[in-house]
């Protein structure tokens, strides 16, 4: 066999190899179009997920210096997270309304943003019995 036609048949083969690797290379491109076209179908198709809204309530009994007090905790969580907080305290001590009143205008920045098992307060504004009466409440949220 001469050298002509060596190099004819050497380069028929390599032709042929390289048309298979493009026919593969054409063929995976348009699988991967394609699924990637699927995919964007599914993602359009489902609907927005609505977000998981949860409010408690609990309220706590507890004694401040001999007199009975009483605190009611609302939560509202979106999704795991405290959205709003609301307090209701019993105020029957005056010297103890004021530390309650300082604690309502405190909470909010405390506990909003956080999810429930974060929240973890000791003494809001002075008010050592309400913190440990809401962190009660909060104990009886998390059940």
Do not use: C, W
Request: proline share 2%; glycine share 4%; no cysteine.
């Amino acid at each position: 066999m001469d050298i002509k036609r060596q190099s004819s048949i050497v380069l028929v083969g390599v032709l042929a190899v390289a048309m298979i690797f493009y026919a593969l290379y054409q063929m995976n491109t348009s699988l991967t179009d394609k699924q990637a076209t699927d995919n964007q179908s599914k993602v359009q198709s489902q609907p927005a997920k609505a977000p998981k809204v949860l409010t408690l309530t609990e309220q706590v009994n507890y004694e401040v210096r001999k007199h009975n007090e009483s605190i009611t905790v609302t939560l509202t969580m979106t999704d795991g997270i405290i959205t709003s907080v609301k307090d209701i305290h019993s105020k029957t001590n005056p010297k103890s309304a004021e530390y309650q009143d300082e604690f309502e205008s405190s909470i909010s920045n405390l506990v909003i943003g956080k999810s429930i098992s974060e929240v973890k307060l000791d003494a809001v504004s002075g008010a050592s019995y309400t913190t440990a009466a809401f962190m009660q409440a909060i104990g009886k949220m998390k059940g």
